[in-house]
């Protein structure tokens, strides 16, 4: 099946040619963040056109989608406390209320990708959208802990629906690359936006309105996202014989959930996190018996990993959540542990990595058009290695300019890769495959993450934390970076 993109400009080729190469997308007009989008001059020197309205509202809908999904995630963290109150709940309630999300979302993943290209990417979208909205109001007027644990899942079902899509619609809306790179990079600075904003808005809410007010942010932008991707974005599918793949579902499924679960029960003491790993040990040689099987209709064909583009994408994705995120919960967590900063002190520290990320993303299109993908994928993740080893030769995270520096160098890098390990994902496998590829992508970025925070948390802890805990968990992080960015630059071009 051949998607076509259908613009105002007609039959008119050279105006549509320039309105596909030229345009101006204002970002989070609700946020009241302005960002520019700029594409070069048409090559045949054809006059400046508009462009059209539906290249504006599909990026604005698919970027509305990145910081649903995202703030939910940075916000609750903050409601946690507040909602114990309310429900007189203790630490496991409360824990799940986080891990109820995280965990759905691992395990439907790989179907929410699958879904997309058998099933259309804008009704994929749209759906996981309109999930959200339900899931969120149910979450604002839940009566019990209970209620609200299963809403949070419902949540996770609707981000596992909307994430691959909201990827695989800007690889077939936006086929050009260069185009698709600054459209990518406007997306992936969604993330840095969203960590950056979400902790601070949480805040104001929790203490004005009440923790129920978080989830009641999460309405009007899930709803925007869903009317605008109902507007605005063209329907496509490419089923191409495919089918539901239930092996594959159930055994990814698994292994993807137990990987999870794992991590979540790692701090928990006990035997269910060996049980969650070995849940995934044994579901993973069956998921990979069960995809080798059935070739090219496998919900994730294994030849997908002999393209050195992707391979090498998927590996430095996975390197940089580990050390990224692992960093992000043991830092904090070591300032407070000392008494010098407070929960929200800490919180303002961090900012440098989420308004680095958030600056830097937005100008990777450009950067990739002038130093090309194998330099800012592999180089950006080199400078998040970086930036952990900065962190490593600190004192417990001090003195204060040394970890700035740090946290400035990881932000820096993950905005010089994330648009563009996403972009080589799903541009360097056909069309049909474009939601599997950003399920993919979004699979290691899920998998570096949860084993990140668990290993150099497991490391921290070994060390009995503080200063040696720290330089330990972070060396490690740093070298597994500099590891991905060696297997970006010898695999990407």
Not at 250 to 264: E, F, M, P, R, T
Request: glycine residues 12%; charged residues 10%.
């Amino acid at each position: 099946m051949t998607y076509q993109f259908k613009d105002i400009a007609g039959d008119n080729t050279l105006a549509r040619r320039s309105a596909t190469n030229r345009m101006t997308v204002l970002l989070a007009h609700r946020l009241g963040v302005l960002i520019a989008l700029q594409f070069k001059k048409s090559p045949d020197n054809a006059p400046p056109v508009r462009t059209t309205a539906n290249h504006t509202l599909v990026l604005l809908a698919l970027c509305l989608g990145v910081l649903v999904a995202q703030i939910d995630t940075s916000v609750v963290n903050l409601a946690t406390h507040a909602i114990g109150v309310t429900f007189q709940a203790g630490v496991a309630p409360l824990q799940w209320v986080l891990d109820a999300y995280n965990l759905v979302y691992a395990v439907l993943l790989l179907s929410g990708g699958l879904i997309a290209d058998l099933y259309g990417r804008r009704r994929a979208f749209a759906i996981g959208a309109a999930v959200m909205t339900a899931g969120s109001l149910v979450c604002a007027f839940a009566p019990t802990i209970g209620v609200l644990i299963a809403s949070r899942a419902v949540t996770g079902l609707g981000a596992a629906l909307l994430l691959p899509s909201s990827l695989a619609i800007i690889r077939v809306v936006w086929p050009e690359p260069a185009a698709r790179a600054r459209t990518l990079g406007i997306w992936a600075s969604c993330n840095g936006l969203a960590f950056a904003i979400g902790p601070s808005i949480g805040g104001l809410l929790i203490e004005h309105f009440g923790w129920r007010s978080v989830f009641l942010l999460v309405v009007p932008l899930a709803s925007a996202a869903f009317a605008l991707a109902w507007l605005s974005v063209p329907e496509s599918a490419d089923p191409e014989g495919r089918h539901f793949d239930l092996p594959g579902q159930v055994s990814g499924a698994l292994a993807l959930g137990g990987l999870a679960l794992a991590a979540i029960t790692s701090h928990d003491g006990g035997y269910y996190w060996i049980a969650a790993l070995l849940l995934t040990a044994l579901a993973l040689p069956v998921f990979l018996w069960s995809e080798r099987k059935r070739g090219t209709a496998a919900l994730v064909p294994l030849d997908l990993f002999r393209i050195r583009a992707f391979s090498g994408a998927i590996a430095a994705t996975a390197a940089m959540t580990f050390g990224a995120y692992g960093m992000i919960f043991l830092l904090p967590l070591v300032w407070q542990a000392d008494g010098h900063l407070t929960a929200g002190q800490a919180g303002l520290w961090m900012m440098p990595t989420s308004l680095a990320f958030f600056v830097v993303s937005t100008q990777s299109g450009r950067l990739v058009q002038r130093f090309g993908t194998r330099a800012l994928t592999s180089g950006g993740t080199a400078v998040i290695g970086c930036g952990l080893l900065v962190l490593a030769i600190t004192h417990a995270g001090s003195p204060m300019w040394l970890a700035q520096l740090g946290l400035l160098l990881t932000g820096t890098g993950m905005g010089l890769n994330t648009g563009p390990l996403h972009g080589i994902a799903v541009g360097s496998v056909a069309q049909a495959r474009s939601g599997t590829a950003s399920a993919m992508i979004n699979v290691a970025r899920m998998s570096g993450a949860t084993l990140g925070v668990a290993l150099l948390g497991s490391v921290f802890a070994l060390l009995h934390g503080g200063v040696a805990g720290l330089q330990a968990a972070m060396l490690i992080g740093g070298v597994v970076q500099l590891t991905g960015a060696l297997v970006a630059y010898r695999r990407i071009q």
